[in-house]
């Protein structure tokens, strides 16, 4: 089949890339020459595991290629992917005009009958825009569907590949037939291609976000009613996540979440709500908890030195808002190293991927940056892990307590054990425990 997909961003690049590695010849669209040139090179601009190899192969294969030319892209192309960014606006609803713009362009470009498919994450009634704006540049026939995508930072190409379920929204039976044959070979081992209407779909990856950050929110306050209580939170957790009921997937305490989606679509959510005359309550008390979440550790750190972190230097091991990837986007790092900087500290960190997206857009020379953990640590009146890469979890500790100027660890991920480090010497801190 051949497909064209708009935009080369996250969810645009991984789809590309994985639907030309099904045998699929596959155009990518951008109008960011840089970035295409880039990609035609077999650079990729950002970090995902395994999808750098993954896109070397498919182009010097020739299924995958990469072009500004929505005519070019577009020839032939029976499905048209649009990946856009769907930013948010100030006041929290999805900025569409990226969407609606690639509408018209791919309108322009379209000689045959197309499915149209909005794979970017929109709010309910998007498809129907997307529609009206096809409609008013071209004649052709043409079907627009809503694809929803639920990929990981981290794990995104295993994802799109064995995914465990494909939601499809469309209105005809043309369009959905196309769609079960495109992801036909993602779904050998019997997991779901769901259909479903249109704005259903639209609600689907939303409502999906939402329960997830709720799920995280909700395990935050037991958390930090634990601490108050003298119970531990990863005791909690084993008891709750053991009924079925329950489960035993996102219940881990910690700092709160961030990137580009669960901040983004839980504001969507919101505002798409209130659109509609329905005040969504618990929504908007999940995103009060995360953004106090965020600054959980820097308060526990300001409360152990009585208040005054002016001259005090740490360590901050994680600035990604998770592992496996360089994304920054919300992440509770901006919101902790901003903190220790305003009250007077100063900061050494290391990041495995993300130390250049830190000093480009978030922090510049305001912080030091640190080739190793080791380094970042050495003279530190204390360890601050913010995000849980692998690396970091089993340090020798030993050279740890002999590197910092003070034996504390303030533990934002709880990966490490309070009874080992407190054999060990150090002063430890997590998350309700």
Not at 167 to 195: C, Q, W
Not at 233 to 262: E, H, W
């Amino acid at each position: 089949m051949r497909i064209a997909v708009v935009g080369t961003g996250y969810v645009g690049l991984v789809a590309g890339t994985c639907f030309a590695e099904s045998g699929n010849t596959v155009f990518c669209i951008d109008i960011d020459e840089e970035k295409i040139r880039l990609l035609q090179d077999g650079k990729v601009p950002i970090y995902e595991p395994g999808l750098e190899e993954l896109l070397r192969r498919n182009v010097h294969d020739g299924r995958l290629k990469f072009t500004t030319s929505y005519e070019e892209g577009m020839k032939g192309a029976q499905v048209v992917f649009i990946a856009v960014g769907t930013p948010p606006d100030e006041d929290g609803s999805a900025d569409l005009k990226y969407v609606l713009s690639a509408a018209k362009s791919v309108g322009e470009q379209m000689k045959a009958y197309t499915v149209v498919v909005d794979k970017s994450t929109v709010p309910v009634g998007t498809a129907r825009k997307v529609q009206a704006a096809i409609q008013g540049a071209t004649s052709q026939e043409f079907d627009v569907v809503s694809n929803p995508e639920f990929l990981k930072e981290g794990a995104a190409i295993d994802d799109f590949l064995k995914p465990d379920r494909v939601v499809i929204g469309s209105d005809t039976k043309r369009a959905a037939e196309l769609m079960d044959e495109l992801y036909g070979p993602f779904v050998r081992t019997g997991n779901p291609i769901i259909h479903m209407d249109i704005e259903s779909a639209e609600l689907t990856k939303y409502a999906a976000n939402a329960m997830l950050a709720t799920r995280i929110s909700f395990m935050n306050e037991i958390a930090n009613i634990c601490t108050r209580v003298g119970a531990n939170i990863d005791s909690v957790r084993k008891g709750i996540g053991s009924d079925a009921r329950i489960g035993s997937r996102f219940l881990f305490a910690g700092l709160g979440y961030g990137g580009s989606c669960f901040p983004k679509d839980v504001q969507a959510i919101v505002r798409t709500s209130k659109e509609y005359g329905y005040d969504f309550e618990i929504i908007k008390a999940v995103e009060t908890v995360n953004e106090n979440q965020k600054r959980l550790l820097f308060d526990i750190v300001h409360q152990h030195y009585a208040g005054d972190l002016k001259g005090k230097h740490f360590a901050v091991w994680g600035l990604s808002f998770k592992p496996n990837t360089d994304d920054m986007r919300e992440a509770p790092a901006i919101v902790i190293v901003n903190a220790l900087l305003e009250a007077g500290a100063t900061v050494r960190a290391f990041d495995p991927e993300a130390m250049e997206e830190a000093q480009k857009r978030h922090f510049g020379d305001r912080i030091q940056y640190a080739e190793n953990p080791m380094e970042a640590i050495e003279g530190a009146d204390g360890l601050i892990l913010v995000t849980e890469w692998n690396e970091f979890r089993r340090p020798d500790f030993d050279a740890v307590k002999e590197l910092l100027r003070g034996p504390v660890i303030f533990d934002g991920r709880n990966i490490y054990r309070r009874k080992t480090l407190e054999s060990l010497g150090f002063t430890y801190y997590g998350i309700g425990t």
